[in-house]
Every structure is written in C-alpha cells, then in structure tokens.
C-alpha cells in the first residue's frame, strides 16, 4: 500500500474536528499522512492567499467566516486545492428590502452585476442599497448580503458616509453626474483614493454608483510632479540658458536665466516662436537650428 503525504491549511482551533473531515476525504488504496501547518486567525483575505501561495497545500479547512466570492476567488486562484469551509460561505439572500424593491433593479441586473470587474451599486432614494455586487461588498469588507438594505452610515466610516450621503440627495435633487474622490481603508486595512460616480435613472428612482480606485494613479502623478520640482529647481539654478519647445518650436517652458535673456517671464514666453521674441534674422537662424535637430534626430552644437 502506497504511503502518501498531503499538506494542509488549517484555520481555526478543532484539531479534532480536522482530523475527522481528513480521514473521511481519504481512500481505502492509499495511506495518507498529513501535514498540517495551522493557523488560529488571519487579518485578511491577503494573507490567506498569501498563505496558500507559499507552498502547494493539498487541503484547505477554515472556521473562520467566509463570503462566496472570497471562496469562489480562492478556487481560481488554486483550482486544485480541497476546500472545506465551516460553516459554509454565506451567500446573498433575498431581502424585505430586495423583494419591495422587484421592480426597480432586475433580476437580469443583478445577475450581471458580477460580471462587471468594477465596484457598483444601487441606491433608492432613501439611501438604501438595492444591489451591489462582489466587488462593491468586498471593497467594504462585507457580503452583499450584508450591504443590500443598508444605508452609507451603516456600511461605510462616518467621517465618509456624511459626505457621501449629502452628495447623494444632490444626485437626486439635481439630476447631474457626481464624482467624488475620498480615502478608504480596503478589507485588508490599506488606505486607498477611491473615487465614486453617482448617477441618477430610473426617472430620479434610482442611484447607479461605480467606483474606481485611483491610488495607482495618484502615486504616479505625485511622482511625476516631484520630479518635475526636482528638474525646475535644477534648471533655475543653472547659469545655463534652459528652454523646452514643441515640434512647432513653440516655448514650452524655460528657466530663470532663459527669463533674464529674453526679458520676459516665462508666462509670456510659452506658446511663442523665437519671432515672437527675437529679431527677424536671429529668430530665423533659431528656428533653422531647430528643424536641423528634429530632421536629423542629433545634438546641435554651435557658437554665436
């Protein structure tokens, strides 16, 4: 008889109740040892993916409360992993709420809303949750069975949710599209700029919400403005003239020195030509150096 070892993934604190759901998983052809590495709790979804990526567990058993969607993303991430959840994933039931709602958001809506790989909701105008899908709930660290009938103030931080409900009568009231940026802790307690679209339909019934993370970008804006400062600063303590221009020799930009050359800010040196600036003959020569650069795709070098 073929003796074989499987890792395991425990979450939890029955090392009985593991042992029973690991010996009724096996087969009377083959000896099975475990290896089970156990955990009492984790913090966040991250760092049970974080976990199972660490090396190949055969088994994964977890007390902890799990959502659907947490545990469907788990079985894609490890389509060869045995999971065993207790007690089961919660599913979105029907509520009070959804059922006096039927007429407002469809079924076929609802269906769809998951396929969609952004955050989106939808409110009445009491500020209620009528749907949402996976994303939406999970960015809130909730099902959305947990979301659905909830207001802002009861899923979101209050020092967001007072904001975020003052906009949403003016969605209603106005009938315009809102955007509003703001920070958010995510399920795992990272902070990130999040930026929501209301829109009013259904006749004014209904608020469609999607929200976009936008901390990626941020970051790379922030960087590009700090090397932006980095560069300015550099090139206004040079002695050097410094000026940029477009493919139509148009000033883009120049340093201080450049300032003092020409005998204008720099506000009114952007968007013209050398003609703008310098006599007809100097201009000319200038604008002669520049097409040479670009036809040539070289470094101009020349006194004068």
């Not at 979301?147 to 020092?159: C, D, Y």
């Not at 802790?185 to 929200?211: C, L, P, T, Y």
């Amino acid at each position: 008889m073929s003796i074989i070892v499987e890792s395991v993934l425990y979450i939890g604190d029955n090392y009985q109740l593991v042992n029973t759901i690991l010996n009724l998983s096996g087969t009377a052809s083959a000896k099975l040892n475990y290896d089970i590495h156990h955990l009492s709790s984790v913090s966040s979804v991250d760092d049970i993916q974080a976990a199972l990526a660490e090396r190949k567990y055969a088994h994964f058993i977890c007390e902890q409360p799990f959502s659907q969607y947490l545990a469907d993303q788990i079985a894609t991430d490890f389509p060869s992993l045995k999971t065993t959840y207790l007690p089961p994933p919660k599913k979105a039931k029907a509520t009070e709420l959804a059922v006096a709602m039927e007429g407002l958001v469809s079924d076929e809506v609802k269906e769809t809303l998951d396929y969609l790989s952004i955050p989106i909701y939808f409110k009445n105008k009491k500020g209620q949750f009528l749907a949402c899908n996976s994303y939406f709930a999970h960015l809130v660290g909730k099902t959305p069975a947990q979301v659905i009938g909830k207001t802002a103030a009861e899923v979101l931080p209050a020092e967001l949710s007072d904001e975020i409900e003052k906009i949403d009568q003016k969605v209603f009231t106005e009938q315009q599209v809102y955007l509003h940026e703001c920070k958010l802790h995510d399920f795992a307690g990272r902070e990130r700029d999040i930026v929501f679209r209301k829109e009013s339909v259904a006749s004014g019934n209904i608020q469609i919400g999607m929200v976009f993370d936008v901390t990626e970008i941020n970051e790379a804006r922030a960087l590009l403005e700090k090397e932006r400062i980095m560069l300015r600063t550099t090139a206004d303590i040079s002695a050097d003239l410094i000026f940029f221009k477009d493919l139509e020799s148009r000033f883009l930009g120049c340093n201080r020195q450049f300032e003092k050359f020409v005998g204008y800010p720099e506000r009114e040196i952007v968007g013209k030509n050398d003609d703008k600036l310098f006599e007809r003959e100097q201009a000319a020569m200038c604008q002669a150096q520049d097409r040479e650069v670009m036809t040539k795709n070289r470094i101009y070098v020349g006194e004068e």
